[in-house]
């Protein structure tokens, strides 16, 4: 009598657990986000990007009895860089090229897989890259690699609706996981090899309709039009592959632009190339820009302005600032006032030569170096468009940066053709001994012939109010991982070589750590169901979530 | 007009390179020569007239894989000569009417690995070359190549496929200079007092790999390793001076024709 009732009050009580498990994502749940820590709501786990959770159950005491607790495996080839949501006990995770799984997030069974086949002649520079989905209500929202944006059934995987954003021919793509805002998706495109002009657009998430499009290049008789020459700015660039922020206190909507185009001959773009290399901040209703910063004008570098805005209320100088903290592939660290794009503060946080410094405004104060001479930092820049975090906790900023990395860049006249690559010259690692291995976008293989020699990673985490390192925990390889801060004050983290790291993230020790032998190219994420705190973390091919032993 | 005077001033160049080098070419018997300067002039030819098809990287016809001395018709530059100005109508190439300088620079370019910042190189006899690697040069003391030789150093059974000539060549002249970063040999000392040597195989930032002077592959935790030494040069003597050019031109043809 007592086994039965017990099972009869389980059963109960799992419903009861359930039940909640039946709410749709609205729009007001994302903007309370990090009132629910047991979910992932967005690409960033919230509107101000800071990658930081208030669950605390595992901490660095019990930290060494993480376990495996599932696995999914890629089905696949080429790097995962994927971030799932997880939504009362579900994760939607996309795999390459566009395929969505919603799989039981405590025990890693699939519930459906949907399967997207882009374009076979969609163009994308560095891999068929997917890195998520969004969610409103019962429907997930992915770009795909043919440029278009798909509304998917949250509940059966089928296709709701299906929108061009552009067209792949002329080399658009969207490999950022969207932004749903009140009742918009928002995406940026991909292409910034390929001569497009960049854009950020909103679809109405009920029909797929474009609701406004802001051009990361403005057209004639548009401000910000006079930094290009002639036609230059129809086949320019600025991308916008990476997902942004938002503050709702503010209506403002933040978004990293890529680079200008060509690549890496601004000889044949003269001018500041506006919005190339900037935040933009734009009213998420209308599209319309706010202000906007650049933190490298006509770049013959490749330093995609790319990485997620990260929003935090800091104390400067006395005074509360609403701020955006933001750690360029430039090799600058920058803090900005949001409400304005006021520049606060810049120091270098790799070997930067491109640059002396920034002056008063934060411009840089260009340094060119010789043809055939290295510029640091290296062609993917002293960071690049892997997640950074904040904790507030701590007030620490933490991400991976490349050391010691630099490349030798080339310029040619490249001719436009809709469709190819548009690079304008090329560039390559500086190796210190002629010929010999480098790094590249991506790992190229278990064995690190390569070396330190070229350029190692690190983990860092830098004061805001200085800019300076306040720790740095080294990798031997160069590391593409994102970050993720708990309120127990960890730092997850990984690198190419396939450790997956518990840090200390007040002092940087190693608390943790466990090999997982795949390149972790993606942030860790964590979640709760059933009382119990996972963290999942893309290593490889395989998506591993660890929990403590029962 | 400028456009033609650039044009007239790089055949110049050409020619002037060629002439040069077949000079040297005869002093060394069947040598083959492939300058810097040609291989860059070959470059551009590629670029503009067989990269079409071919592809940036050489591979882009099926089966082919110019950089890497993979063809499907041809072995001898002569038979390279040939294909190019006579085309092959099956499989839809087409003729082409290169200058005879021309030419020779395109096959620079192949034969160099598309090596564009290469240094100059020679390849000699292949057959001339094995005998110097087994014998004279003394190479297997060190390295080893289809299971014969010693293991202390780069076992070079694919050497052929992995490396560029000038940089093979850079290697033979220069090996200190040339040392591939991951090669260095390492001496540790662990934190129970053991002393381990060898070549290094993989290292990250936990753990490093090698390879010891007794053949024992050693995965050491860096955490019980209390000195960790690299060497900066390598163990492996100059050969400039020691082998005479026509004799590296022939190893070199040799290691070139090793492919696994």
């Not at chain 1, 800071?50 to 930290?63: D, E, M, V, W, Y």
């Not at chain 1, 949250?154 to 954003?165: D, F, L, P, R, Y």
């Not at chain 1, 592959?241 to 000889?267: C, F, I, K």
Request: charged share 20%; proline share 6%.
């Amino acid at each position: 009598m007592r086994t039965a009732s017990s099972t009869a009050i389980a059963l109960f009580t799992a419903f009861v657990v359930a039940t909640p498990a039946a709410a749709q994502v609205t729009a007001e749940r994302i903007l309370h986000a990090s009132g629910e820590p047991q979910n992932w709501l967005t690409y960033n786990g919230g509107y101000d990007s800071k990658r930081f959770s208030s669950l605390s159950q595992i901490t660095p005491a019990n930290i060494r009895d993480l376990e495996l607790k599932w696995i999914v495996q890629d089905q696949v080839f080429g790097a995962w860089e994927s971030n799932p949501l997880v939504v009362d006990g579900v994760m939607y995770l996309t795999e390459r090229p566009n395929d969505v799984m919603a799989v039981d997030a405590r025990t890693g069974r699939l519930f459906w897989i949907y399967h997207y086949t882009p374009a076979g002649d969609s163009h994308v520079c560095c891999g068929a890259n997917n890195r998520g989905v969004a969610m409103l209500g019962d429907t997930l929202y992915m770009g795909t690699l043919d440029a278009h944006l798909v509304a998917i059934d949250a509940k059966t995987g089928h296709s709701i609706w299906n929108t061009e954003v552009a067209d792949h021919k002329a080399g658009y793509s969207v490999t950022m996981a969207p932004l749903v805002i009140k009742d918009k998706v928002i995406v940026g495109t991909g292409g910034g090899e390929f001569g497009i002009r960049g854009f950020v657009a909103a679809y109405d998430s009920k029909t797929g309709k474009q609701v406004w499009r802001f051009n990361t290049i403005p057209g004639p008789g548009e401000p910000g039009h006079e930094t290009w020459h002639g036609d230059d700015w129809k086949t320019g660039g600025a991308s916008a592959w990476v997902t942004g922020s938002y503050d709702p206190q503010l209506n403002l909507l933040y978004w990293g632009v890529g680079n200008p185009g060509p690549d890496w001959n601004p000889d044949q773009r003269p001018g500041d190339n506006l919005y190339s290399d900037s935040v933009v901040a734009l009213d998420p209703d209308t599209g319309k820009l706010k202000w906007h910063f650049q933190f490298t004008p006509n770049d013959p570098y490749d330093y995609d302005s790319v990485q997620i805005p990260v929003l935090a209320d800091i104390d400067w100088q006395g005074k509360p600032v609403k701020a955006v903290l933001w750690a360029n592939r430039n090799g600058y660290f920058y803090v900005l006032d949001r409400t304005n794009g006021k520049f606060l503060l810049g120091a270098p946080f790799v070997k930067v030569n491109w640059s002396k410094g920034l002056d008063q405004k934060g411009h840089p104060i260009m340094t060119p170096q010789p043809a055939g001479m290295p510029t640091w930092p290296g062609v993917q820049g002293g960071t690049n468009w892997y997640p950074p975090s904040y904790s507030p906790r701590t007030g620490l900023f933490y991400f991976s940066v490349w050391e010691n990395y630099g490349s030798i860049f080339r310029r040619e006249e490249s001719q436009y053709v809709a469709g190819r690559t548009f690079p304008g010259g090329g560039q390559s690692v500086f190796a210190p001994v002629p010929s010999s291995p480098t790094i590249g976008v991506g790992r190229k293989g278990p064995v690190n012939n390569w070396t330190s020699d070229v350029g190692s990673g690190a983990t860092i985490a830098i004061d805001p109010h200085t800019g300076k390192r306040v720790w740095t925990f080294p990798q031997y390889d160069v590391t593409d991982a994102g970050m993720l801060t708990t309120a127990s004050d960890l730092l997850f983290t990984g690198g190419r070589e396939g450790y997956f790291y518990a840090l200390d993230a007040k002092t940087g020790k190693e608390l943790w750590k466990t090999n997982l032998g795949g390149s972790i190219v993606m942030a860790p994420v964590t979640y709760q169901v059933g009382g119990k705190q996972y963290v999942s973390v893309i290593s490889g091919h395989t998506l591993v979530t660890f929990g403590l032993r029962n | 007009m400028r456009s033609a005077g650039v044009i007239a001033g790089a055949v110049f160049l050409v020619v002037g390179a060629i002439s040069g080098l077949a000079e040297s070419a005869f002093a060394q018997g069947s040598s083959q020569q492939y300058g810097t300067a040609n291989i860059q002039a070959g470059y551009r030819l590629y670029a503009s007239q067989c990269a079409l098809c071919h592809g940036g990287n050489g591979d882009g016809v099926a089966g082919i894989n110019l950089a890497r001395q993979q063809f499907r018709r041809v072995s001898t530059d002569a038979d390279i000569r040939r294909t190019v100005t006579g085309g092959i109508a099956a499989a839809g190439m087409p003729p082409f009417q290169f200058r005879p300088a021309e030419l020779d620079a395109i096959i620079a370019y192949i034969r160099s690995g598309f090596d564009l910042e290469g240094a100059s190189f020679a390849l000699g006899d292949g057959a001339r070359g094995k005998a110097i690697f087994d014998g004279k040069g003394g190479c297997t003391v060190c390295h080893r190549v289809h299971g014969n030789g010693s293991r202390n150093a780069p076992d070079l059974s694919d050497i052929g496929a992995l490396r560029k000539p000038s940089a093979i060549q850079r290697s033979i002249l220069q090996p200190a200079a040339a040392m591939q970063p991951i090669n260095r040999p390492v001496r540790v000392v662990t934190h129970d007092g053991r002393v381990i040597q060898g070549r290094r195989l993989n290292e990250d930032t936990e753990t490093v790999q090698l390879i010891t002077r007794d053949g024992m592959l050693v995965s050491l935790s860096k955490n019980d390793i209390q000195d960790f030494e690299l060497g900066k040069t390598s163990g492996m003597p100059s050969f400039a001076g020691k082998l005479s050019t026509a004799e590296v031109a022939d190893l070199l043809a040799y290691l070139l024709s090793l492919k696994g």
